[in-house]
């Protein structure tokens, strides 16, 4: 998931759509302020070597820890996400403030509901 503030869009990776190519290219185009969420380690690796931004402002703030964040913290050494990859539109929308979610243009892409099927099959 990518939300831009400079060019205000909002991209939202759909599975099995090359989402994830999609989301390495955006990023491209992303600023020091915008939402870029985690994508797998192989693929990070590519966007690093292309330049483009990799995963920020996606992670929960410390102040905003509950008990189970700082026991995934402790336990895992993970912090908490926010945003994540293959977040769904409705948590998108609760979590980003209305005016962006007015004002921004949300897209995603959906693949033929057949095809789609059979990929997660195969």
Same mark, same amino acid.
């Given at each position: 998931?990518?939300?831009?503030?400079?060019?205000?869009?909002?991209?939202?990776?759909?599975?099995?759509?090359?989402?994830?190519?999609?989301?390495?290219?955006?990023?491209?185009?992303?600023?020091?302020?915008?939402?870029?969420?985690?994508?797998?380690?192989?693929?990070?690796?590519?966007?690093?070597?292309?330049?483009?931004?990799?995963?920020?402002?996606? $992670?929960?703030?410390?102040? @905003? !820890?509950?008990? +189970?964040?700082?026991? =995934?913290? %402790? /336990?895992? $050494?993970?912090?908490?996400? @926010? !945003?994540?990859? +293959?977040?769904?539109? =409705?948590? %998108? /929308?609760?979590?980003?403030?209305?005016?962006?979610?007015?004002?921004?243009?949300?897209?995603?892409?959906? /693949?033929?509901?057949?095809?789609?099927?059979?990929?997660?099959?195969?």
């Amino acid at each position: 998931m990518i939300v831009s503030h400079r060019y205000r869009f909002i991209f939202i990776k759909t599975r099995k759509t090359a989402g994830t190519s999609v989301e390495i290219a955006l990023s491209k185009y992303c600023g020091p302020d915008d939402i870029v969420t985690e994508i797998e380690a192989e693929d990070e690796a590519l966007r690093r070597r292309l330049g483009y931004r990799g995963p920020q402002n996606h $992670r929960k703030p410390l102040h @905003r !820890y509950g008990a +189970h964040d700082w026991w =995934r913290l %402790v /336990r895992a $050494r993970r912090r908490a996400v @926010r !945003y994540w990859n +293959h977040m769904g539109f =409705r948590d %998108v /929308r609760r979590l980003v403030p209305a005016e962006v979610w007015n004002g921004y243009f949300k897209f995603c892409f959906e /693949r033929n509901p057949w095809s789609k099927a059979l990929s997660f099959y195969h």
